[in-house]
């Protein structure tokens, strides 16, 4: 007869302890990881701007970054997607700088209206501020080009001519690098650059050090042709540091963590011939007289002069970009309203607004914002295109260029890069421009022949409508003489032509203006001479097919072998399963079988 013993308390408290200790370890780790996904995960999740109302381009279906490669040229472009309304776009050329993680090429580029590229150039250091400006009756692309570092920047100014030659290279006067934020020329010629010098300061109004440092705000004033210092101006004789509405952070303490209280982002000059500035991380514009230096006015700001007649909109902006002035009084500025993705849900917008110099008065004519309510926590900027009050916005931080009308009507809306992946920063442009422009490349038009077909390209070739075939149609190889066999209208950046079949083996093609002018020639190319039964005997061919053989001929064994690995295992268990485990009786004997 069995007997049943409970267990004793002592082993009861020992598997209570046990279960009790399980159960606080899973508790710990599941608190654990909801904190790590609180922590990490979730403002991550946050940064996403998923809406009804994107396409499959917005929802990165297509890239964080889409981008066109070609046949002809080594490079990619980005592939926009446009939306405009019965207004259509302003049909001249788009300038910008694209850059970022999710960019093939980083560099200066052209597009047209439609988003076809025109003209790039893959730089190895970074490329902010592309635009077109006129030098002493000439055209020319101008943009920065150096090394970044956070949000300043160590490098040169470049001019290059129509050809796309290099022309001029700009460099700060002193012991300093020219910073990425602004290149401008003037009406007299000279140019208006920045940048950030390291000055030691008295930082006890913000709470730093007595002896701290900072990054002044510096611009100078550089004639072009001789490199001569006209005019500097330094932010730290005039704007106190108490001005920020910059954090100090852990920043100030050394010459290599100065503290940006300043930010300077834009120059140009006014009519009168004084410097406007905008100062981000003051949250103001101000006029610079150009004889003394000394301040004249201050839009926005903890040291603002005007009377807001609009409620507080003409003065309230923050963190801003690109102040300029135009006729009547009028001020435009990107107003980034956000410094961080931390900071409030603010919307970025561009801005128009009117000054009263003479009573200090301040009025918003017109803010242009996105559908879809952007947030861009750094660059941008706003540019005038006509005289109707027609501008151009870019977005900065955000892949995207947008036009609108006078009164804020959205016209036209571009652009390059994922919508719902803005914040990540993964395609941003510094700032976008529109302008006219011609250019002759000295190089030779691009051309790569692929079966029957032959692709044509000439990267820079403003004036190029169409493309003619040429066959040559002599004799000796000698004598370069070529026949016109067919003309085709140029299409996109890149032209794809049918070979003809009875076209000679030798052909070229040549560029065409409206005019029928031939601007340039391809070199000489050859049709494929290779047959079918050629391309059978291709060794690369031979090679995939041997891979693809062997690659299928082990899947199969390999499915064989587990086949044949299951059914012993199953033999095995069959068998060991005519042994049983027999019970004892109470002696612990077996029972006999």
């Known amino acids: 007869m069995s007997s049943w013993t409970w267990p004793s308390k002592n082993a009861r408290r020992s598997r209570l302890r046990l279960i009790t200790g399980r159960h606080l370890a899973t508790v710990g780790v599941v608190l654990s990881f909801l904190y790590i996904f609180y922590v990490f995960v979730v403002p991550q999740l946050l940064r996403f701007r998923f809406r009804t109302d994107l396409s499959r381009y917005d929802l990165g279906l297509y890239g964080f970054g889409p981008s066109t490669g070609y046949v002809s040229f080594d490079y990619e472009s980005p592939m926009v997607e446009i939306t405009e309304s019965d207004a259509g776009c302003d049909p001249r050329y788009t300038f910008l700088a694209p850059r970022g993680d999710s960019v093939a090429q980083a560099g200066p580029m052209i597009l047209d209206a439609q988003g076809n590229l025109v003209w790039m150039k893959y730089n190895w250091d970074t490329t902010q501020d592309f635009k077109v400006q006129r030098y002493k009756g000439e055209d020319f692309l101008t943009y920065w080009e150096g090394r970044e570092v956070e949000t300043r920047g160590y490098g040169s100014w470049y001019m290059l001519d129509s050809s796309y030659i290099q022309r001029y290279v700009i460099n700060p006067v002193g012991n300093y690098g020219g910073d990425l934020h602004e290149f401008t020329i003037t009406n007299e010629g000279t140019a208006l650059v920045t940048i950030y010098d390291p000055t030691p300061v008295d930082l006890t109004d913000v709470g730093g050090p007595e002896l701290g440092w900072i990054f002044d705000g510096v611009f100078q004033e550089i004639d072009i042709e001789t490199g001569e210092l006209l005019f500097e101006w330094r932010a730290s004789k005039h704007y106190p540091v108490n001005s920020t509405y910059e954090p100090l952070g852990k920043a100030g303490k050394d010459r290599t963590s100065a503290f940006d ?15 406007i500035v905008s100062a981000r991380h003051a949250h103001s514009v101000g006029c610079i007289d150009s004889k003394t230096g000394s301040l004249l006015w201050t839009l926005g700001g903890k040291m603002n002069d005007f009377t807001d007649l609009s409620d507080g909109e003409a003065t309230n902006f923050a963190w801003q970009h690109d102040a300029r002035w135009h006729a009547n009084n009028t001020l435009t500025l990107f107003n980034n309203a956000a410094h961080s993705n931390n900071d409030p849900d603010n919307e970025s917008c561009g801005m128009a607004i009117e000054l009263d110099i003479a009573s200090k008065e301040a009025r918003l004519l017109a803010a242009y914002y996105h559908p879809q309510q952007m947030k861009s926590v750094s660059q941008g900027n706003v540019q005038m295109l006509d005289d109707t009050g027609r501008v151009l916005v870019g977005w900065g931080h955000s892949a995207a260029y947008s036009e609108f009308s006078a009164d804020g009507e959205l016209l036209c809306n571009v652009h390059f890069g994922a919508s719902a992946f803005f914040t990540f920063g993964r395609v941003v442009s510094y700032r976008a421009f529109k302008g006219n422009w011609v250019g002759h490349p000295q190089t030779t038009p691009d051309a790569e022949v692929d079966g029957d077909k032959v692709y044509v390209s000439w990267n820079g070739a403003t004036e190029v409508t169409s493309w003619r075939l040429e066959v040559w149609d002599s004799d000796d190889l000698t004598e370069s003489s070529f026949g016109v066999v067919a003309q085709f209208a140029k299409t996109g950046f890149e ?81 060991s399963s005519e042994y049983q485990l027999v019970a004892m009786n109470e002696n612990g004997e077996h029972p006999p079988v």
């Open 261 to 275: 209280y300043f930010h300077i982002n834009s120059v140009e000059k006014d009519d009168l011939g004084n410097y």
């Open 495 to 575: 032209t794809e032509v049918d070979i003809p079949g009875d076209l000679g083996p030798l052909f070229r093609l040549a560029a065409l203006d409206s005019d029928g002018n031939v601007l340039g020639v391809t070199d000489v190319l050859q049709k494929e001479q290779r047959s079918r039964f050629d391309k059978l005997l291709d060794l690369h061919n031979w090679i995939l097919g041997f891979a693809m053989v062997v690659s299928v001929g082990g899947l199969l064994a390999g499915l064989y072998r587990c086949c044949c690995c299951c059914k012993l295992f199953k033999l095995y268990r069959s068998r």
